[in-house]
Antibody, heavy 119, light 110 residues
Framework: QVQLVESGGGLVKPGGSLRLSCAAS????????MSWIRQAPGKGLEWVSY????????NYADSVKGRFTISRDNAKNSLYLQMNSLRAEDTAVYYC????????????WGQGTMVTVSS | QSALTQPASVSGSPGQSITISCTGT?????????VSWYQQHPGKAPKLMIY???KRPSGVSNRFSGSKSGNTASLTISGLQAEDEADYYC??????????FGGGTKLTVL
């Protein structure tokens, strides 16, 4: 079935780095735009980053621009988020989500991976 | 980009209808018919309920409907059921491959 599975979360110190992965299955990954969306504990959803199907275009929320890098490997059906210079306010569950291209909605979500930034 | 404005909570009794509003600006909700709504139960991933303002994905009950007027979008749930109790988030495309979410609304079924 159509599925997204995130991994790579964990505890990291402020200023540290972490790389999240998202494995896609059940659909032609290379046909779809993808995004990362996060949710701080007890808070709402926040869009983080977007990547086009061929990686030709990316974009980021102002809160992570210059610190986070989104990428994908269509041969491996995988999406990544490299997070550098992490701050306490980056603590959240990170979801990868598939984007319905023309509708700009997120139709498939992973289960999320928790990132905790704390000393 | 500021978050869209949603009421923090709404409630209704089984069988009743409720409406959740989502107010943005002329740069997001007002500019695009690309508002979507997500349902999230505790500890679970969000689920797409409405896209392009008023379209329902396959498998979503027709008790869920969406609309938009100006800078405000709305989600209406009719015939409330206990299983509808969850958090609901609106989201709007904001141009140049950017999105903005609402702060979320907790729906309580009394």
């Amino acid at each position: 079935q159509v599925q997204l599975v995130e991994s790579g979360g964990g505890l990291v110190k402020p200023g540290g780095s972490l790389r999240l992965s998202c494995a896609a299955s059940g659909f032609t990954f290379s046909d779809y735009y993808m995004s990362w969306i996060r949710q701080a504990p007890g808070k709402g959803l926040e869009w983080v980053s977007y990547i086009s199907s061929s990686s030709s275009y990316t974009n980021y929320a102002d809160s992570v621009k210059g610190r986070f890098t989104i990428s994908r490997d269509n041969a491996k059906n995988s999406l990544y988020l490299q997070m550098n210079s992490l701050r306490a306010e980056d603590t959240a569950v990170y979801y990868c989500a598939r984007v319905i291209g023309s509708s700009n909605a997120f139709d498939i979500w992973g289960q999320g991976t928790m990132v905790t930034v704390s000393s | 980009q500021s978050a869209l404005t949603q009421p923090a909570s709404v409630s209704g009794s089984p069988g009743q209808s409720i409406t959740i509003s989502c107010t943005g600006t002329s740069s997001d909700v007002g500019s695009y018919n690309l508002v979507s709504w997500y349902q999230q139960h505790p500890g679970k991933a969000p689920k797409l309920m409405i896209y392009e303002v008023s379209k329902r994905p396959s498998g979503v009950s027709n008790r869920f409907s969406g609309s938009k007027s100006g800078n405000t979008a709305s989600l209406t749930i009719s015939g409330l059921q206990a299983e509808d109790e969850a958090d609901y988030y609106c989201c709007s495309y904001a141009g140049r491959s950017r999105w903005v979410f609402g702060g979320g609304t907790k729906l309580t079924v009394l």
